[in-house]
């Protein structure tokens, strides 16, 4: 069993690092300071699309200041998505080795196990955002958010890492649980992974 | 090298049930020609066996073609070629109904010849039928071997002539003979085919390379004679058994001591006795249980044909048995060489036996429309869609006919190792305080020791706890689900050679194992 599952991680990593390796790309831009001199790096992009920059001249808040406090709100929104989205991909990587598939024909009534898991990781994602967007007070970044753009956030993040997590799931599910998998024996090289 | 087994008897026939199971696990040499011995030609035990090779050598031939379905040379499973006579049985008297006079040509003989066998032979035994065998009366089957000519024009005998040749152009030719002391076939064919052997070699000038070895089975079972047995009927008396073992092993003592006629000699018995649940005479109506001394003799042919095993210029003789308490153990069972562990390679085969009927024997079963459900599923895309996919069909040719005969053919083999082993358990045991500790039968067979042909019967269908149940299957073996043999099946690597159904039949048995 160890075997098997040492012989699935290295594609889990493969999957995961698609979209995991820009997010971490991403978290530590947003960590950076504003002034290093950088296309990506310290770069306030990020600010520039969710910020209500109007709402913080406004408040007649330094808007330099609004940004490395709201990068850094982000920088954590996605820090505690990212690693929300590795538990539940690897947990349900390594646990599918654990699943009793006895029997052909029985790896898809474990579908509904995927299901849920997956239900569970969606709601996650979208309690995070809201904590982190909303209801923490450890980010003042969070009242410079609008509605819309919470929103925004909100949905594209699940989005994101709900790719990241159905990628590394499929590349990384034990090879008798993929038909519990959405589509992933339809990957074209689905007998070697 | 060349290797000959020649079974004699019920015992020996019993004994060749155990090698072919043994073989199909990998314990075998490459290449094995099986004969067998009884003047009962339609015995119960004989005829099980020689379905069982046809089985066997029907399952192997269909999984060993080149380009076709292939389990490559490197599989374990089936390894051994087994090949037989058209007739794998040699009947040492042809003919109805042969009685000793008619051999012996009684009535020709001179009055003082006459009178020195009426010595020998009570005229009951001289005219006792003698298409049932010898009934226990080894004098009586000496006298009939020994009448019957070793010639090259005997089926049966050719193969020994052309195995002496062989010899006689530098190969190594193993001959092994099994047989029991206490019977009647085996007690009088052991000595006597073995000299015949010898004979031949010695005929033909062959001094080197032909090492004879046998098995000698000690008394090992019994069995309660019914009462309402005529007292002058002629059959094996359990009660003589051991006065018959005891003569014997005198007589063996001297001919050992004067003249090395085996190389090797495996000699086991069992105590006490395995009371066998019901008598019969002879006949189709002798079903014997499978009980597990004959796996030594088995092992010890093996052992015999291995490569490993030196044969040296000193006689060998070998007795083994088990530990001391009642209970039989894996630890009992010894390996074929060192390099060759007995225990692992039959547990493998049990595993193999029990997934395939009751788990993918049946998915792999009927049409392809029907088989197509599992097509989402890695173990199927992965051994089976690939492997038998056919160009000209644009799909899995798993479902033709061809491939259907053969899932047909190793799901009744797979029966058959699982009613083996699930017998052997029951039987060895039955009436005793012995206990068997091999494997847990009750969950997936019944034993029914009144049946005399159908002793165990597996169920049909198991129900989910029953499944559960196949971790335990295997006592004092590492636990090993169902769930990690799907899992095994789906990462073992296939070999280049494999093909066909040979792809997914091995990477099952693999998987089945360590």
């Not at chain 2, 005829?47 to 060993?64: E, F, P, V």
């Not at chain 2, 009751?358 to 089976?384: C, D, Q, V």
Request: some cysteine; proline content about 3%; overall charge negative.
């Amino acid at each position: 069993m160890i075997v098997n599952i040492l012989k699935t991680l290295p594609w889990y990593f493969v999957g995961a690092a698609v979209l995991g390796v820009p997010s971490i790309l991403l978290i530590i831009s947003l960590f950076a300071p504003l002034d290093v001199e950088s296309i990506f790096f310290g770069s306030g992009w990020v600010a520039d699309i969710f910020m209500d920059l109007e709402g913080v001249l406004e408040d007649g808040q330094d808007p330099a200041m609004a940004t490395a406090a709201f990068n850094l709100l982000f920088a954590w929104l996605n820090v505690n998505l990212l690693i929300i989205t590795i538990i539940f991909s690897l947990g349900w990587c390594i646990g599918s080795h654990f699943l009793n598939i006895n029997e052909p024909g029985k790896a898809k009534f474990f579908g509904f196990y995927w299901l849920i898991v997956t239900g569970v990781f969606v709601g996650a994602i979208i309690l995070v955002c809201f904590i982190v967007l909303d209801f923490s007070s450890s980010f003042t970044a969070s009242q410079d958010i609008t509605g819309p753009s919470q929103t925004n956030i909100i949905i594209l993040s699940t989005i994101y890492y709900g790719l990241m997590y159905w990628i590394s799931v499929i590349l990384g599910t034990a090879r008798q649980a993929r038909s519990a998998v959405l589509l992933a024996n339809k990957l074209p090289a689905r007998n070697f992974l | 090298m060349k290797n000959f087994l020649i079974g004699i008897g019920g015992t020996g026939a019993k004994c060749i049930e155990h090698l072919v199971h043994s073989c199909s696990a990998g314990l075998g040499p490459d290449q094995l020609w099986v004969g067998m011995v009884d003047q009962d030609e339609a015995n119960g035990n004989v005829n099980k066996t020689k379905i069982l090779l046809s089985k066997y050598q029907n399952l192997r031939n269909s999984l060993r073609v080149e380009g076709g379905n292939d389990l490559s040379s490197v599989s374990n499973l089936f390894k051994t070629n087994i090949t037989t006579n058209n007739d794998s049985v040699w009947l040492p008297l042809k003919g109805a109904d042969p009685t000793l006079e008619e051999i012996i040509h009684y009535n020709a003989l001179k009055p003082e010849v006459k009178g020195l066998l009426d010595c020998l032979y009570d005229p009951q035994e001289r005219q006792m039928n003698l298409s049932e065998g010898f009934r226990g009366r080894p004098n009586i089957g000496a006298a009939a071997m020994l009448a019957t000519a070793a010639n090259e024009n005997d089926s049966f005998w050719s193969q020994v002539h052309k195995a002496i040749d062989a010899a006689k152009g530098g190969e190594e030719v193993r001959i092994f003979i099994i047989g029991s002391i206490f019977g009647g076939t085996g007690a009088s064919g052991f000595p006597n085919i073995a000299r015949k052997i010898r004979a031949i070699q010695s005929e033909k000038g062959v001094t080197s390379n032909v090492h004879l070895g046998g098995a000698l089975m000690l008394p090992y079972f019994d069995y309660d004679v019914p009462e309402e047995m005529d007292e002058g009927t002629i059959y094996a008396k359990p009660n003589q058994f051991l006065d018959q073992t005891k003569a014997a092993l005198e007589y063996y003592s001297k001919l050992f001591e004067y003249n090395k006629i085996f190389d090797q000699v495996y000699i086991t018995g069992w105590d006490p006795l395995t009371k066998l649940p019901k008598f019969e005479i002879g006949g189709n109506t002798q079903f014997n249980s499978p009980l597990f001394p004959e796996t030594y003799a088995a092992l010890g042919a093996l052992k015999f044909f291995n490569k490993d095993n030196e044969i040296s210029e000193e006689q060998q003789i070998f007795h083994i048995g088990k530990n001391e308490s009642t209970d039989i153990l894996w630890s009992d069972i010894p390996n074929v060489s060192s390099n060759l562990n007995s225990k692992d390679r039959i547990i493998n085969l049990i595993r193999f036996a029990f997934s395939y009927n009751w788990m993918f024997g049946p998915a792999l079963t009927g049409t392809l429309s029907k088989i197509k459900k599992y097509s989402n599923e890695h173990w199927f895309k992965r051994l089976i869609l690939t492997h038998t996919y056919d160009d000209d069909l644009k799909s899995s040719n798993i479902g033709r006919e061809n491939n259907q005969e053969i899932i047909k053919l190793v799901q009744e083999y797979s029966q058959d190792v699982l009613t083996w082993i699930a017998d052997m358990n029951y039987s060895t045991v039955a009436n005793s305080d012995q206990r068997m500790d091999l494997i847990l039968t009750d969950f997936f067979s019944e034993y029914d020791p009144k049946n005399n042909s159908k002793k165990v019967s597996l169920k049909e269908k198991l129900s989910s706890d029953d499944k559960k149940q196949f971790k335990k299957l295997i006592y004092d073996n590492e636990e090993l689900s169902l769930a990690n043999i799907m899992s095994n099946i789906s990462y073992i690597k296939t070999n280049r050679d494999q093909k066909g159904l040979g792809v997914f039949m091995d990477i099952l048995f693999r998987s089945c194992g360590k």
